[in-house]
């Protein structure tokens, strides 16, 4: 248990250290000025206290019973006053509003930060982490910063300074009574303490419950067609309903413990106010200590006020605590490792001889080449062709579980491989390797014979095109969907892309044709309609290797004849992987590749497989069906 508190220790304050960087990395000017006037604000505060005593002993008092009373030195003495109130007021206004833009420029920099790295993490992270957690990071999270950056670090630095001088004053007021005051304090942090300490941890868990809520959500609002369909309403009630409990129990019993702060150290500060008026009254009786009707009057305002600060400091802790919780999940993502990216091949742009030979240029050609670098500084340049070959390729997603064994295939320039196989027999996991979203523990990928982990993930990528089952959109034009595949293309390009993909044709039917807006994923366009701009974007990439994964399994046979022709004027010239369903659409691949639980067991041609009369005879007569 004391090890568990002291590792929880340690994150706190090495998060809270990593914070303060943020803080006052772009702001230390701001934030001294921000100290300066919290400083005027907290004396002008604690002067209301203290003008009580100069007031009544030195001005009001001498005034009573005066025949001919001069009220001028008491005005005087309001004039000081009432500077100093104004000076505060214009202390708050400047410290809160440099605050705010304190806040808003921390926050500004985390999500900066966090957005920028989630660019180089690996897909494995993300399919670790539901959409909804990495959400509640960018939502919830970072609210908690701005909480505590914008109030609870003002709130306390002012209520521990005013503590300080309130605590001085009293000790200059009357030695005596602050000694009961100093009793008072021990009992007030005894109190803070055990108290705080109870809701800093349910406020940590309350963090963690509505991320898990927020990821439920998130994941059933995507799926809710799914839901409907399988009359799984109730079923997801019921599981939201169980976290939601949790969420209740956990923010239940962090704000129990902070409400039931506020009233408890408020009645130790009614007590001690009480106890501080008999006894300050029975040593003012009795001469004692020189406490005269001002300095009474000062010192039970004092008392009064004192609590207040001890108040605010323990509402503001739980702010802090939850900051701390949250800061300390968005630097677990910031701190995750990048994708390693250690390839130094690269692909340039190439002109070629009459005698076959390439030269590096700045321009387009059309003539794409791999830029070699060797260790003797020498530079060799081969030809973008996009021949794609495995040698006993052997990969699992974790070490315990091995999804592809001893793999070796190959794929011609140029030639169309199609992946038969029932679901996990590891189709989607060749691509996701061939991309290097995956880098195999055993064997290797040649790329126009080159070892695909020597190529930059950046080049590999950019001269592969792909092609999903779920198609992804961008709130944007089609003209900026298309596009996305070529951030340079020009309209003409973009044009041409989706007369190739037969994409035109219902893109000049819409009111707006290229410049209609989309949203929501393009939840206006039908599934053959987003498939045909997703084939569009690769077809404007021009890319020589393309990767089509069941792009037409969703869409009914009429519309993935439309998309079939938009495919097979892409797939010219170009080498094609392809996993599909349907094995209607790969009979004129080159080479069909049967898999069986990570293995191949059978490749040839439609009419080879049909003659051996095995797995894929079966599959294609309908003997034996893809699961």
Not at 260 to 273: D, S, Y
Not at 530 to 541: D, K
Request: charged share 20%; net charge neutral; proline share 2%.
């Amino acid at each position: 248990m004391m090890k568990n508190k002291a590792k929880s220790y340690q994150n706190n304050l090495k998060t809270a250290k990593r914070l303060l960087k943020y803080v006052t990395g772009k702001h230390k000017v701001a934030l001294v000025a921000v100290f300066i006037c919290i400083i005027i604000s907290s004396i002008a505060s604690i002067s209301v206290s203290l003008s009580l005593k100069f007031l009544l002993d030195d001005f009001i008092v001498p005034l009573i019973g005066n025949t001919d009373p001069n009220f001028r030195e008491l005005y005087m003495a309001l004039a000081v006053l009432g500077t100093i109130f104004l000076l505060g007021v214009i202390g708050t206004f400047v410290y809160t509003r440099l605050m705010v833009n304190i806040g808003q420029g921390v926050l500004k920099r985390v999500r900066d930060d966090m957005f920028e790295h989630m660019q180089t993490l690996p897909i494995r992270y993300f399919d670790q982490h539901t959409n909804g957690s990495i959400m509640s990071l960018y939502t919830n999270d970072t609210d908690t910063l701005r909480q505590m950056i914008a109030q609870a670090l003002p709130q306390v630095l002012m209520s521990l300074i005013t503590i300080v001088v309130t605590f001085i004053s009293m000790l200059v007021l009357s030695p005596l009574l602050t000694i009961l005051a100093v009793v008072m304090i021990g009992i007030l942090i005894l109190v803070t303490k055990k108290i705080g300490g109870k809701s800093g941890k349910y406020f940590i868990k309350q963090q963690m419950d509505i991320a898990d809520v927020t990821g439920f959500v998130e994941e059933r609002m995507n799926g809710q067609r799914v839901i409907k369909v399988f009359n799984h309403e109730r079923i997801s009630e019921e599981e939201f309903d169980q976290l939601n409990e949790k969420l209740y129990v956990s923010a239940s019993n962090a704000n129990s413990f902070a409400n039931m702060m506020g009233p408890i150290i408020g009645n130790i500060g009614n007590l001690q106010f009480v106890l501080t008026a008999v006894l300050g009254g029975a040593l003012s009786v009795a001469g004692i200590g020189g406490i005269t009707l001002g300095v009474m009057a000062s010192y039970l305002q004092f008392t009064k006020s004192f609590t207040q600060p001890f108040m605010q400091v323990a509402q503001q802790f739980n702010s802090i605590i939850m900051a701390l919780a949250g800061a300390e999940r968005i630097f677990q993502m910031i701190d995750e490792q990048p994708e390693v990216d250690d390839g130094y091949v690269t692909l340039v742009n190439a002109k070629k001889a009459a005698d076959g030979t390439l030269t590096e240029c700045t321009e387009r050609t059309g003539v794409w080449a791999w830029k070699h670098p060797h260790h003797d500084g020498t530079v060799t340049y081969t030809e973008l062709k996009g021949d794609v070959r495995f040698y006993d390729m052997t990969f699992g997603y974790t070490d315990d579980k091995i999804v592809l064994h001893d793999l070796t295939l190959y794929a011609k320039p140029g030639q169309k491989l199609a992946f038969v196989g029932s679901t996990g027999a590891g189709k989607t996991t060749i691509t996701n390797l061939i991309n290097r979203f995956y880098d195999v523990q055993d064997g290797k990928i040649r790329y126009d014979d080159i070892n695909i982990n020597k190529i930059k993930k950046a080049d590999l990528r950019r001269s592969l095109g792909i092609v999903l089952q779920d198609t992804h959109l961008f709130t944007g034009t089609i003209m900026d969907n298309i596009r996305y595949g070529k951030l340079d293309a020009t309209d003409e390009e973009v044009y041409e892309a989706a007369k190739l993909a037969h994409a035109d044709q219902f893109i000049n039917m819409l009111p707006n044709g290229y410049q209609t807006m989309l949203s929501g994923d393009g939840e206006e366009l039908s599934q053959g309609q987003r498939q045909l701009l997703a084939i569009a974007r690769a077809a404007v990439a021009n890319p020589p290797v393309l990767i089509l994964d069941e792009a037409t399994s969703s869409i009914d046979t009429r519309t993935e004849s439309i998309v079939q022709k938009g495919m097979d004027n892409l797939m010219k010239g170009r080498t094609v992987f392809v996993i599909a369903h349907r094995l209607s659409t790969i009979r004129n691949s080159d080479a069909i590749i049967v898999l069986e639980h990570g293995r191949i067991i059978e490749r040839g041609t439609h009419d080879e497989l049909l003659s051996l009369k095995g797995t894929y005879y079966q599959l294609y007569t309908g003997k034996l069906e893809l699961s």
